[in-house]
């Protein structure tokens, strides 16, 4: 097995240490395998993304990252079906249900994910293809 060494700030570390131990992991490399288990899991699932595709996303941020998130939304309008915001003690919670064709599925998807913004993204495919 490859060693690797990260940095994070003390937060970031407090979470991931109190995470550990509320999931009962032996050791934090053994969770973040896992957590990149999964999150290679999203990744593939969404490549194999094909033709028009209807899904749902989850999104959760702070309430003060509210601007930032709608910057990402613009230019997604029109294959917005729906949307629903909750705000829940600070942390905005909203979904969104998209129709469109699987590159800007995967789009949408790619901004979220990696938007210093947004603390969670999940996702389901309701409609569409999954192909190789």
Known sequence: ME???IS???KTLNQLEQMQKRLGFKSRSKMLRSAMQSLSKDYEGMEGLRGDVESVFVV??????KNRVSDLL???EDVMRADLHHLHRGTCIDIFNLETDAK???KFYGMMKSSKA???VSYSVVGGMHGG
Do not use: E, N
């Open 74 to 76: 613009r230019g997604f």
């Open 60 to 65: 959760t941020y702070p309430y003060r990252q």
């Open 3 to 5: 060693i690797l060494s």
């Open 118 to 120: 947004v603390h969670s």
């Open 8 to 10: 994070m700030d003390k």
């Open 104 to 106: 800007t599925t995967k």
